[in-house]
């Protein structure tokens, strides 16, 4: 990721974004195939597993100008 156009930006990836990009995925995707996607409130489930994989948000994103931030770095 850190290889791709946007590679001049100093921001590192976590180091589990790939496990919990995985298992996000494969929740949302079991849940589809289930046909659980039909019911209001089929995410709740998925956002609770999600949450447990949760990690603190770096203190750049929590800017409103933190692309202009970004990009002047």
Known sequence: MNNSCFSFLSVKVPERFLEVAEITLREFFNAI???????????????????????????????????QELLHE
């Open 33 to 67: 195939v289930a046909g659980k996607d039909v019911d209001p409130s089929w995410k709740k489930a998925i956002y609770k597993v999600i949450c447990k994989l949760d990690s603190e948000v770096p203190e750049i994103f929590k800017s409103p100008n933190c692309l």
